[in-house]
């Protein structure tokens, strides 16, 4: 599992041969007022929904569980916004 994988893209787009490599900021921000905020903030519960973080050995199936029991109880009642934080990069071969 690779969190800053966004972080790594320019030095593996060089790496195989992209030139003119740029990392472009793209966050994207959610308030609640939106119509589609919870779907949006929702997605952590769907990465938590994977097992991966499991099966890699980085938590135990229980917590992993109650994580997503938590974070969906914030969402639904005390989450005001999120940013999430994504780049783009490019490159040209």
Do not use: C
Not at 1 to 6: D, G, L
Not at 25 to 42: I, P
Not at 53 to 70: A, F, H, P, S, T
């Amino acid at each position: 599992m690779n969190n800053k994988i966004a972080e790594d893209l320019p030095a593996l787009f060089k790496k195989v041969g992209f030139k003119s490599v740029v990392k472009i900021n793209a966050d994207e921000f959610y308030h609640k007022d939106r119509t589609d905020y919870k779907s949006k903030v929702g997605i952590w519960s769907k990465v938590a929904g994977s097992k991966q973080m499991v099966e890699e050995g980085y938590m135990e199936n229980d917590l992993r569980l109650k994580v997503i029991e938590d974070y969906n109880r914030w969402v639904e009642h005390q989450s005001i916004s999120m940013t999430m934080k994504l780049n783009e990069v490019r490159g040209e071969n």
